[in-house]
């Protein structure tokens, strides 16, 4: 949802309003703890941090129907060659330690509902950690 391409929320609503050089997160799925990534490499930060958590809590119905057919097409892509079906269920296998991680993630992002979503990503509207990496002297 937040940023996947040229489309994605953060891209429209800190790169394209040039708040920033790039912008980026990214969700790391461990077996027993995860971490959610939120960055941004810019000049300035206040006005930066204060679009990425005014985006966060802005993230609308459309833009979660948008991510979901992202990521489903992602998905499907991924999955062309049989090493990637391998790696897909030996991920599935290792690290949730669950193969219905791998049979059933089509189907899964397909039934996703937006008001599920918004009760999982409720702690983002909260007091996420926002790192700003800011550059020094004259430009970056």
Not at 39 to 50: F, H, L, M, Q, S
Not at 98 to 118: N, P, T
Request: with cysteine; aromatic share 10%.
């Amino acid at each position: 949802v937040l940023s996947e391409g040229r489309s994605s929320l953060l891209y429209r609503e800190i790169k394209e309003k040039n708040l920033a050089y790039a912008v980026f997160s990214n969700y790391s799925p461990m077996k027993f703890a995860s971490c959610f990534t939120i960055g941004a490499i810019t000049d300035k930060p206040k006005d930066c941090e204060t679009a990425i958590l005014e985006s966060i809590r802005e993230i609308t119905e459309e833009d979660f129907e948008l991510a979901k057919k992202k990521l489903l097409k992602s998905e499907l892509f991924a999955r062309e060659s049989v090493q990637a079906e391998a790696d897909s269920a030996g991920f599935a296998m290792t690290v949730p330690e669950d193969l219905d991680y791998h049979l059933k993630i089509l189907d899964d992002i397909k039934s996703a509902s937006f008001q599920e979503f918004k009760k999982v990503v409720s702690f983002l509207r909260k007091e996420p950690l926002v790192g700003i990496l800011k550059g020094v002297g004259n430009g970056i």
